[in-house]
Structures are given as C-alpha cells and as structure tokens.
T-cell receptor
Framework: KAGVTQTPRYLIKTRGQQVTLSCSPI?????VSWYQQTPGQGLQFLFE???????NKGNFPGRFSGRQFSNSRSEMNVSTLELGDSALYLC??????????????FGPGTRLTVL | GIQVEQSPPDLILQEGANSTLRCNFS?????LQWFHQNPWGQLINLFY???GTKQNGRLSATTVATERYSLLYISSSQTTDSGVYFC??????????????FGQGTILTVHP
C-alpha cells in the first residue's frame, strides 16, 4: 500500500505571496493532519480534517487554512507569506479521527522557503 | 494542552552501545508514538505504544500510562541509528482530534 504523499517537495516563495501544499493520505485513511516544523518551535499541529470537515485547529493565524476533498486528499494554503513561515510542512494520515486509538503516518514533507 | 518532555536532548554513542530515551507527559495521553526523523525530514514510525511493551529488532519501547512516561531502548546501536527521535501523544481528555503533541526530540549520534 502506498504511503502518504506530499507535493511539491520543495518550494521557494517571496514574502507576500501565497502557497498551496497538497497531501494524499494512505488509501482508506480518512483523517489528515498537518504540522509545521521549525528549528525554534519544533513540531506544531496546524489542523486536522476528517470527512471534509475541520475537526481541530492549532494556534496559528488565519493566514493558514486548509481543506479536504471527498477522496480524503487535503490541501493547505498559506496566504501573505512571511519569512517566519519558512518551515518543513508535514502531513499525516490515520484511519479515523477522534481520541480513539489512531496511529498517524507521515508523508515526506514539503520544505517551504520564504525569501 | 499537554507538555511533552524528552530526555536527553543529545546523546553521543559508540557503535555497539545501548541507550535509553525517555519521554514524560504532563497529563494522560493515548495514541503514544515514537518516530525517527530521517535526514530528509520524514518521520518514520517506530512504535505505536499507548501502553505496555513492544519490540522490533534492536529497538523496544515501554509505556507506563499510569505514570505518564514512555521509554525507547536501542540496543547494539549502529551508525544508521543516528538522527532525531521524537515521541508524541494525544491528550486523553477532551477533544484532541488529530492533534499529536511532540517532544523537542533527542538527537542521537552514533560514531563508528
């Protein structure tokens, strides 16, 4: 079974631009979570989608948004990019959502550089 | 939210040595996982271990949920074990859909 895939793998943008990242979960997984990793803040939760609905959101500004499609693929968008948005963005999928026992599997990440 | 503390932050070993990494949680967690981050940034699943003990080759993990900690054991370490190890868990109380809270990681360096 194919793993979680993310596109693009690398991205260079300039301040003020917007960016869209894509994540395809493992077949049969309906939950997709997004994380940001930076050297200073570590790994931080952005949001989680299940059945096309955002179920949870981390402490990030409204410039960070996402959505999920009926095939469970997910996209996240960052508008008006700032230098501090430079990070590795990871998505993870799991079979379902909620606080029940759900192992998450991560994609290879998208490394975003904002100049 | 929960706090996750990993220790030690850095660990340097000679090949063949054994090591223990620890993860403490400030509150009850479920969905406890251990990961190894490869040089390209991908998080590789090592263990999904909400409680009990599991073994996979030279690696094993133990979670004592009632005392809110987990341990990762690496035996006979190899240079390929080098990298960053993370533990993460979901808050067992309230609604934590999808949200894994990560520790700051342990940077392991294994010298030949």
């Amino acid at each position: 079974k194919a793993g979680v895939t993310q596109t693009p793998r690398y991205l260079i943008k300039t301040r003020g631009q917007q960016v869209t990242l894509s994540c395809s979960p493992i077949s049969g997984h309906r939950s997709v979570s997004w994380y940001q990793q930076t050297p200073g803040q570590g790994l931080q939760f952005l949001f989680e989608y299940f059945s096309e609905t955002q179920r949870n959101k981390g402490n990030f500004p409204g410039r960070f948004s996402g959505r999920q499609f009926s095939n469970s693929r997910s996209e996240m968008n960052v508008s008006t990019l700032e230098l501090g948005d430079s990070a590795l963005y990871l998505c993870a999928s799991s079979v379902t959502s909620g606080t029940a026992y759900n192992e998450q599997f991560f994609g290879p990440g998208t490394r975003l550089t904002v100049l | 939210g929960i706090q996750v503390e990993q220790s030690p932050p850095d660990l340097i070993l000679q090949e063949g040595a054994n090591s223990t990494l620890r993860c403490n949680f400030s509150d009850s967690v479920n969905n406890l996982q251990w990961f190894h981050q490869n040089p390209w940034g991908q998080l590789i699943n090592l263990f999904y271990i909400p409680s009990g003990t599991k073994q996979n080759g030279r690696l094993s993990a133990t979670t004592v949920a009632t005392e809110r900690y987990s341990l990762l054991y690496i035996s006979s370490s190899q240079t390929t074990d080098s990298g960053v190890y993370f533990c993460a868990g979901k808050n067992a109380g309230g609604t934590s859909y999808g949200k894994l809270t990560f520790g700051q990681g342990t940077i392991l360096t294994v010298h030949p």
